[in-house]
């Protein structure tokens, strides 16, 4: 849902707070018992088996920006001690960093974009680095790193079908085809009318899948969708969004496109905005529970996984003028209500405490696994390597 550096949206963040406030991470017993207060900034306690899960996982937000401050000075601003406490004790391995770029200068926006965040990087190298290939994801967990996973929430600008390798060689893993108005591509899931992926859109993505980029669907409208998954040789994503079935609102997935999603071998992530979790109150992380089991029920564990579409403190934290003009950019199909976040999913630990719900729904250990991260590993895994398939023509 963030905005473009083109629109020069601006937040400042709300972790401007003493570094002895931040959520580090204390010490535990490793048992598989009881409950246990990890966090030196909050009392609330976690299981251990939430704790073991969290830390024993490749967890993958497959939407989560890492700033949702877009003033183009944001990447060059280093992180505080409290922002480095709260990515750390997040349990979070991978972020793909995204925001939507459109307009006449999507082409120089977006290389500004990936020039900066990867420079934002390089700066915190002792705290992150970048993904190229899914293998990176496991180094990342295993060296105590943060991998990202550069994205964008557009494709205007690919300009021609070169363009996709041009920016793959940058640094680009995923791109979104569309966001929710219509371009070159296909059209936007507040679109009136949706034409489906154009000619141009096709060729698109078969270069995207030459060269191994993630193909995301999350905006798009419903017919732009289902082309995009039958045009595509290799699965793709649905990187954050929910299922319409259990709230009727025009950016989420109907349970067709789910479907096909998941027979092509696609992965689909649930988002915690509220208006995209529930249209009515209370909106808690057990509704986000619902749209997970539900794609569990219709295509099965390997087919989910999370795409926050947030980042650590989420929208709520934003000073009120900066929201207005984030709300004000959205349709009014988009139903915000007072608050933006889901309750218990609006914090740096917010992995736990899903982590927890989970467990309460009765997932399996690796249910769990699948759901933070390992299907999205998988998919990362899959479309990465380059050139056609074997028995596959051009």
């Known amino acids: 849902?963030?905005?473009?550096?083109?629109?020069?949206?601006?937040?400042?963040?709300?972790?401007?707070?003493?570094?002895?406030?931040?959520?580090?991470?204390?010490?535990?017993?490793?048992?598989?018992?009881?409950?246990?207060?990890?966090?030196?900034?909050?009392?609330?306690?976690?299981?251990?088996?939430?704790?073991?899960?969290?830390?024993?996982?490749?967890?993958?937000?497959?939407?989560?920006?890492?700033?949702?401050?877009?003033?183009?000075?944001?990447?060059?601003?280093?992180?505080?001690?409290?922002?480095?406490?709260?990515?750390?004790?997040?349990?979070?391995?991978a972020f793909h960093h995204a925001v939507g770029i459109g307009g006449p200068n999507a082409y120089e926006d977006t290389l500004a974009f990936l020039a900066a965040?990867?420079?934002?990087?390089?700066?915190?190298?002792d705290l992150f680095c970048l993904m190229d290939k899914a293998a990176d994801l496991d180094r990342a967990k295993s060296g105590g790193k943060i991998a990202v996973i550069l994205g964008v929430q557009n494709s205007e600008h690919f300009r021609t079908p070169a363009d996709v390798k041009t920016f793959y060689q940058l640094g680009q893993r995923v791109s979104q085809l569309t966001y929710n108005t219509q371009n070159f591509i296909g059209s936007g899931s507040t679109?009136?009318?949706?034409?489906?992926?154009?000619?141009f859109g096709a060729s698109i993505i078969e270069a995207m899948n030459d060269v191994g980029m993630l193909v995301d669907v999350s905006h798009c409208g419903d017919r732009t969708t289902l082309d995009a998954i039958e045009i595509s040789r290799r699965p793709i994503a649905i990187t954050h969004s929910n299922c319409r079935a259990l709230n009727d609102h025009p950016r989420l997935k109907t349970d067709e496109a789910i479907r096909k999603l998941a027979a092509r071998g696609g992965v689909m992530g649930i988002t915690g905005v509220r208006n995209f979790v529930r249209d009515r109150e209370p909106t808690t992380v057990e509704h986000i529970v619902d749209h997970i089991d539900h794609v569990v029920r219709l295509v099965g564990i390997?087919?989910?996984?999370?795409?926050?579409?947030?980042?650590?403190?989420?929208?709520?934290d934003m000073p009120p003028e900066q929201q207005q003009t984030l709300r004000a950019y959205y349709k009014s199909s988009y139903a915000f209500r007072d608050r933006i976040d889901t309750d218990?999913?609006?914090?740096?630990?917010?992995?736990?405490?899903?982590?927890?719900a989970l467990i309460r729904r009765g997932y399996s250990d690796s249910n769990i696994r699948?759901?933070?991260?390992?299907?999205?590993?998988?998919?990362?895994?899959e479309v990465q390597v380059s050139g056609p398939k074997e028995g596959e023509t051009r």
């Open 302 to 316: 390997d087919h989910v996984g999370i795409g926050s579409d947030a980042d650590l403190e989420g929208y709520d």
């Open 1 to 93: 849902m963030a905005r473009s550096l083109a629109h020069r949206l601006t937040r400042r963040k709300f972790l401007g707070r003493a570094a002895g406030c931040a959520a580090t991470v204390v010490g535990f017993p490793m048992l598989n018992f009881g409950a246990y207060p990890i966090f030196a900034s909050t009392p609330k306690k976690y299981s251990a088996r939430a704790v073991d899960l969290v830390r024993e996982s490749l967890v993958i937000d497959m939407l989560g920006p890492l700033k949702l401050d877009l003033r183009p000075e944001a990447s060059a601003e280093p992180l505080t001690p409290a922002e480095v406490a709260a990515f750390e004790s997040s349990g979070i391995t």
């Open 191 to 199: 679109d009136r009318v949706d034409g489906g992926v154009s000619d």
């Open 117 to 125: 965040w990867s420079g934002f990087v390089g700066r915190h190298s």
């Open 344 to 356: 218990g999913f609006d914090h740096p630990r917010k992995i736990y405490d899903l982590t927890e």
């Open 370 to 381: 699948a759901v933070l991260g390992g299907n999205f590993r998988r998919l990362l895994q």
